[in-house]
């Protein structure tokens, strides 16, 4: 049996336990996926207290309705969305989205190639709590995350115009943060899964 094979079959071990409410195997789904969880929460949170409460609500949600878990699917997936969710509550709460305006209002100015690919994960994440809650959920949804902009709109309550104005202004500040350091300095580092993320969908195209 391969490790995969191990590590799938103990967390699946895990979740029956947790779904017996047992206090033992949550603690031990809570430290085998923290790592992950937090990832997703420090993306969205203002800072690591708010993203420790965001992962807590996450994981006590997760608990509260693990049962309705297929165990034929990936239990990752299904968690983080959890996560995110939970993270998009938390904020939806709270954020006035204020700024209303048409992505039409930004649709003649030019688009400069994405440098986004210069930073470490870690330093991309640091620029990324600089945004205000507003720009940096619509980024995480968008640039990280992957929905669309109905999606997003659908998520938030707000205008497919709003997410996409809000896309593009949080590009610019991520974009005049980016230029306010010495980005020679930065390097794409971490693993293949930080590459990635550093990647995927951002590009400055407005889709």
Same mark, same amino acid.
């Given at each position: 049996?391969?490790?995969?094979?191990?590590?799938?079959?103990?967390? %699946?071990? *895990?979740?029956?336990?947790?779904?017996?409410?047992?206090?033992?195997?949550?603690?031990?789904?809570?430290?085998?996926?923290?790592?992950?969880?937090?990832?997703?929460?420090?993306? *969205?949170?203002?800072?690591?207290?708010?993203?420790?409460?965001?992962?807590? #609500?996450?994981?006590?949600?997760?608990? @509260?309705?693990?049962?309705? $878990?297929?165990?034929?699917?990936?239990?990752?997936?299904?968690?983080?969305?959890?996560?995110?969710?939970?993270?998009? #509550?938390?904020?939806?709460?709270?954020?006035?989205?204020?700024?209303?305006?048409?992505?039409?209002?930004?649709?003649?100015?030019?688009?400069?190639?994405?440098? $986004?690919?210069?930073?470490?994960?870690?330093? !991309?994440? +640091?620029?990324?709590?600089? !945004?205000?809650?507003?720009?940096?959920?619509?980024?995480?949804? *968008?640039?990280?995350?992957?929905?669309?902009?109905?999606?997003?709109?659908?998520?938030?309550?707000?205008?497919?115009?709003?997410?996409?104005?809000? !896309?593009? @202004? +949080?590009?610019?500040? !991520?974009?005049?943060?980016? @230029?306010?350091?010495?980005?020679?300095?930065? %390097?794409?580092?971490?693993?293949?899964?930080?590459?990635?993320?550093? %990647?995927?969908?951002?590009?400055?195209?407005? %889709?």
């Amino acid at each position: 049996m391969t490790a995969n094979r191990d590590s799938e079959d103990i967390i %699946q071990e *895990y979740i029956q336990g947790c779904i017996r409410n047992e206090r033992d195997s949550q603690k031990a789904l809570y430290k085998h996926f923290y790592s992950f969880a937090m990832g997703i929460c420090l993306r *969205y949170a203002n800072d690591r207290l708010d993203a420790a409460g965001i992962l807590n #609500d996450g994981f006590f949600k997760a608990f @509260k309705n693990i049962a309705k $878990y297929e165990s034929s699917k990936a239990f990752m997936p299904w968690l983080g969305r959890i996560i995110t969710n939970t993270a998009i #509550d938390y904020y939806r709460a709270n954020l006035k989205f204020a700024d209303h305006i048409d992505i039409h209002d930004h649709e003649n100015i030019a688009q400069a190639n994405s440098i $986004y690919d210069k930073l470490a994960y870690q330093d !991309l994440l +640091a620029l990324i709590q600089n !945004l205000s809650p507003a720009y940096r959920t619509v980024f995480n949804l *968008y640039a990280i995350d992957g929905y669309n902009h109905e999606e997003i709109a659908a998520m938030l309550g707000i205008s497919i115009g709003t997410s996409k104005s809000n !896309l593009f @202004k +949080a590009r610019q500040k !991520l974009q005049e943060m980016l @230029k306010a350091t010495d980005a020679k300095t930065y %390097q794409v580092g971490g693993s293949e899964t930080d590459r990635h993320l550093l %990647q995927v969908r951002l590009n400055t195209n407005m %889709q």
